[in-house]
């Protein structure tokens, strides 16, 4: 399977816990987007990576947050003493130009958070 | 703020009528879009999309229309099958952003 993957698909952690996810993109794209979804919401961007480069970050990316792309191939999103408000569903995407529109962003099937 | 808005949280159709799903824009510099589909415990999965020098793009059962001066762009699925049901989203892209907007989604039911 040559799509984006992700691991772990559930997470189930307590408050305070630090929990890491790992993206592997598609080969040859060089972006990578990390987006968080709610329950009844769309995807809300996070952050992206133009090969190892982080190029933006969102406000909804707070200090407890940090994403990293070494060697521009996999990504790793950590977040630190989780609270019960990052229960989401964390999906990675890339793509494969400089421009994400011009082609579409190609998505993992997520990894889910659960903070109890 | 909400940039891509889609107002219809849900959507119940016949099998075999026309399905239509409506998305509407406030940023005038978004000029790519394209809808996803998604399915439970998926990721969401490109469906069709068009640039703003279109007003259509057809793709077997899908048609999307943008219509520029009102921001607003809709999907339309003929004829509508029991597997069409799941949630669409609605994203927009722009020239000089590094990211696409998702609508909140609609979640399309078809009945057998």
């Known amino acids: 399977d040559t799509g984006v993957s992700q691991d772990p698909r559930h997470k189930i952690t307590k408050r305070g816990q630090n929990v890491t996810f790992r993206c592997d993109p598609i080969s040859e794209h060089n972006r990578l987007y990390w987006y968080r979804q709610t329950l009844g919401q769309g995807p809300e961007f996070l952050t992206y990576f133009q090969n190892e480069a982080q190029l933006e970050k969102s406000r909804l990316l707070s200090d407890r947050f940090s994403a990293e792309r070494p060697k521009g191939s996999f990504s790793t999103l950590e977040i630190q003493r989780t609270e019960q408000g990052d229960s989401a569903m964390y999906l990675c995407a890339s793509s494969p130009r400089g421009r994400a529109g011009t082609g579409e962003l190609f998505f993992g099937e997520g990894s889910r958070l659960t903070v109890l | 703020d909400q940039q891509v808005k889609q107002n219809s949280p849900s959507l119940s159709v016949q099998e075999g009528r026309i399905s239509i799903l409506n998305c509407d824009y406030t940023n005038s510099m978004f000029d790519y879009f394209l809808w996803y589909k998604k399915y439970p415990a998926e990721g969401p999965t490109f469906l069709i999309s068009i640039s703003s020098i279109k007003d259509k793009n057809e793709d077997g059962r899908f048609t999307v229309f943008l219509n520029k001066s009102a921001k607003h762009l809709s999907l339309h699925i003929v004829p509508s099958q029991p597997g069409d049901s799941a949630v669409y989203f609605c994203?927009?892209?722009?020239?000089?952003?590094?990211?696409?907007?998702f609508g909140s989604g609609t979640k399309l039911n078809v009945k057998p």
């Open positions: 994203a927009a892209e722009g020239h000089n952003f590094n990211k696409f907007y």
